[in-house]
């Protein structure tokens, strides 16, 4: 069996989100997977990146995540997710979805934030699709999908990628909810028991936020791997952390 291709974004600022995320995903799954993390450094090293910095974007991810389908060799079907995430459950099921006439398969909110910022400070910008492509089964071969080129990624406007205009409507299809929950949005009349969280607003590594729902399970985790995790104040530049050592830090 091919192992699922699962492209994390990875974020300086949260390394341990991602070593968190890809570790829960490990843990639960019964297929083999094959997870990379998306870095910007290294797309612009290699001229995949080349767009300016923008003010609007809140991680380092928000646009290199549309360049899945290309990393992907435009072949198959492959997964994307940002950093932010919690599985609880086994990512295999998204087997049962992969409808060859559908370019992309996403959990279709209707998230309306009332808070102006995130945790960390960053500003909480709302559009409609807002979170849809936070987690992406793409069809990587699709016609549609195919027309994303690297190109596209580098010049076409936020709002162009985000709310999927890339794609007509009758080729994106629904997840249920439990794929892509967002804490502090959803609540268990929505999904009792989710597969994914989403701490789209912020999660357990930062220092002020650390009773989010689904915490503990975070928690958890970071507290398996090697020493304690680092816990982010956005007040300051530098993380703070119990330890001289980061947990499973990796060089951007």
């Excluded at 809140?58 to 599985?87: H, I, M």
């Excluded at 992309?104 to 409609?128: A, F, I, R």
Aim: hydrophobic fraction near 35%; include cysteine; charged fraction near 20%.
């Amino acid at each position: 069996m091919q192992p699922l291709r699962i492209f994390i974004g990875w974020d300086s600022r949260e390394d341990i989100a991602y070593q968190v995320c890809k570790r829960s995903l490990e843990l639960h799954s019964s297929i083999p997977l094959e997870i990379s993390p998306i870095r910007q450094s290294e797309l612009r090293r290699k001229g995949l990146y080349s767009r300016a910095p923008d003010k609007l974007s809140s991680t380092e991810f928000s646009f290199t995540r549309f360049l899945t389908p290309y990393l992907a060799g435009y072949q198959g079907w492959a997964v994307f997710v940002d950093c932010d995430f919690l599985f609880r459950k086994d990512v295999a099921g998204l087997l049962d979805y992969c409808e060859p006439s559908k370019a992309l398969y996403c959990v279709q909110h209707d998230y309306q934030p009332s808070e102006t910022t995130k945790m960390d400070g960053q500003l909480q910008t709302q559009y409609p699709r807002k979170n849809w492509s936070s987690f992406m089964l793409i069809n990587c071969g699709h016609e549609q999908v195919r027309a994303l080129t690297p190109d596209i990624v580098n010049t076409a406007s936020g709002l162009h990628l985000h709310r999927f205009n890339w794609l007509s409507d009758d080729v994106i299809g629904a997840l249920p909810i439990t794929w892509n929950y967002l804490e502090g949005w959803h609540g268990a009349a929505d999904c009792e028991d989710p597969v994914a969280v989403h701490f789209t607003r912020g999660g357990p590594w930062f220092e002020q936020w650390q009773q989010v729902e689904y915490g503990a399970e975070w928690s958890a985790i970071a507290d398996q791997m090697t020493g304690p995790p680092v816990l982010f104040d956005h007040n300051s530049v530098t993380p703070r952390s119990t330890s001289a050592t980061r947990i499973g830090e990796r060089a951007p």
